[in-house]
């Protein structure tokens, strides 16, 4: 992101401090962003220029690596302290982004800290707080890198198990589907009769669940 190019009718860019790197000064514009943003100003609420700057952010949060995007995403709320109508729009609109299972770009790990900074900010209404505050608590759980949540489940060719007690391969394909989903149906009938993944699964290279 490139603190030259502005959105002079919203927010302008923040200055990054000359001693950076490139890449620390993207981390610090994108940090810094939504600093330069009117947070009274309501009427900005479902505006096309609160879209377009949101789309510039997101943008450059999206060029990041995640580690280092992850530090940042969270000040789309934070630097909004005290203005709980605006938090709560860029929130909606970080969550279509980054939460929506029909996104493409869907990543828990970039929409926790935005979690975390709206659900524990007091300002903003209670009653607003608590689904966020759910969700953060069902996301915080199985991360990756994480060990896993223990679960019964029915194999692919009958019978039932637990996770913990499936046998060690390179590969496990967990697939959770909803048995009246015409879709699901016919990704179960190709992982059971893929005569690849047969083989796979032949040569514990592979286990199905």
């Not at 200055?15 to 981390?27: I, R, Y």
């Not at 479902?46 to 580690?67: E, V």
């Not at 953060?136 to 009958?158: A, E, F, H, P, V």
Request: with cysteine.
């Amino acid at each position: 992101m490139n603190s030259d190019s502005q959105d002079k009718e919203l927010v302008p860019l923040p200055k990054a401090p000359g001693m950076l790197s490139d890449s620390q000064k993207n981390l610090f514009i994108l940090e810094h962003y939504w600093e330069g943003l009117d947070w009274q100003d309501t009427t900005l609420i479902g505006s096309d220029a609160l879209t377009n700057a949101f789309r510039k952010w997101m943008q450059g949060i999206l060029w990041l690596p995640q580690a280092d995007a992850a530090t940042v995403t969270g000040s789309i709320i934070s630097n909004g302290h005290g203005h709980p109508e605006m938090q709560t729009e860029l929130y909606r609109m970080t969550s279509d982004v980054l939460n929506d299972p029909n996104s493409e770009v869907r990543n828990d790990e970039l929409f926790l800290p935005v979690l975390e900074a709206y659900s524990t900010d007091s300002i903003i209404p209670e009653t607003d707080r608590m689904r966020p505050a759910f969700l953060l608590g069902q996301l915080k759980m199985n991360r990756l890198g994480t060990i896993t949540t223990d679960l019964t489940i029915t194999l692919s060719k009958g019978g039932q198990t637990t996770l913990g007690r499936l046998a060690v391969t390179p590969f496990t394909i967990l697939y959770f589907f909803n048995p009246d989903c015409p879709g699901c149906e016919e990704i179960s009938e190709v992982l059971i009769t893929d005569s690849g993944l047969q083989i796979l699964e032949d040569r514990n290279m592979v286990r199905i669940v």
